[in-house]
């Protein structure tokens, strides 16, 4: 990922396989900022605006009919991000926000890059174009798959990547950690088979420091 844009925003993202605690995390740094009258947007990815929901549903349901390509799906990935980073990450940041954001492009690289294949530099090309504004600090919630699913399969019928076996979501953390190696400034890793209240006191750790750099 590159330097940072200049904006008097906060841009945070939070990552890792599925069912590991992303959405939880959010609803607790929700919470946290609120109580410290910090302005905020939460938002995801893929999704985030109108038109990037619309993706989100091509991208997450499973279609028995046709095969969506590795290729497509990386393209979609970025289209969505594209809506996303115009028209609500900037703007927000712009306006001296805190923007959380549950998944950012970590998960390109982690998902269709060492999951599907994908050439690493390929992608790095597409963030380039699309990508102009990066996270402050990316929040690396990490477990064995096998947790993770255990945990997101008790919620209902799986999503298009859902379905996938588990040496894929494998790679997907392997992917994540390397990342996570060659930025160790940017990623914050959690061990997410901890119990929730340990989570949330690192979270907690990291946001004070941003709140504390916010205000110096
Ligand atoms: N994707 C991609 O391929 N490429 C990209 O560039 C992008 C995304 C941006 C989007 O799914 C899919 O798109 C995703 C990657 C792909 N596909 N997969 N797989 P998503 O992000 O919307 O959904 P998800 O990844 O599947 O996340 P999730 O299933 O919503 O899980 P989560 O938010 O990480 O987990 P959770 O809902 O917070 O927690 C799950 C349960 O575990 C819940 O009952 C919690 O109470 C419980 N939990 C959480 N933490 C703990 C701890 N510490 N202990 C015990 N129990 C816990």
Redesign the pocket.
């Known amino acids: 990922m590159q330097p940072q844009a200049q904006h008097p925003g906060i841009f945070l993202t ?1 990552e ?12 607790f740094i929700q919470k946290y900022l609120a109580e410290r009258a910090q302005d905020f947007i939460v938002t ?4 985030g605006t109108g038109i990037a929901e619309q993706i ?1 549903q091509i ?2 349901t499973p279609n028995p009919e046709e095969v969506l390509a590795p290729e497509a ?2 393209l979609l ?2 289209a ?2 594209a809506q996303h980073v115009v028209n609500k990450i900037e703007p927000a940041l712009q306006a001296g926000m805190w923007v959380i954001s ?11 890059g060492m ?1 599907r294949g994908l050439n690493l530099s390929q992608i790095a090309a597409l963030e380039k174009w699309v990508v102009k504004t990066y996270p402050k600090a990316t929040i690396l ?1 990490d ?1 064995p798959p096998s947790i ?1 699913l255990t ?2 399969k ?2 209902g019928p799986q ?1 298009r ?2 379905q ?1 076996k588990l040496d894929f ?1 494998e790679r ?1 953390r392997e992917g994540y950690l390397q990342r996570a190696a060659n930025d160790s400034k940017r990623f914050f890793v959690i061990d ?5 209240v ?2 949330h006191a690192e979270i907690k750790t990291l946001l004070d420091k941003l709140l504390l750099e916010k205000t110096c």
Do not use: C, H, W
């Open positions: 939070i890792g396989v599925e069912g590991v605690g992303k959405s939880t995390a959010v609803k995801r990815e893929p999704g989100r991208l997450l799906e990386l990935m970025f969505a991000r549950d998944r950012f492009a970590d998960a390109s690289y982690a998902y269709q999951g919630l477990a993770g945990r997101a008790n919620r999503d990547i859902e996938e979501f997907v997410a088979t901890q119990p929730l340990e989570v």
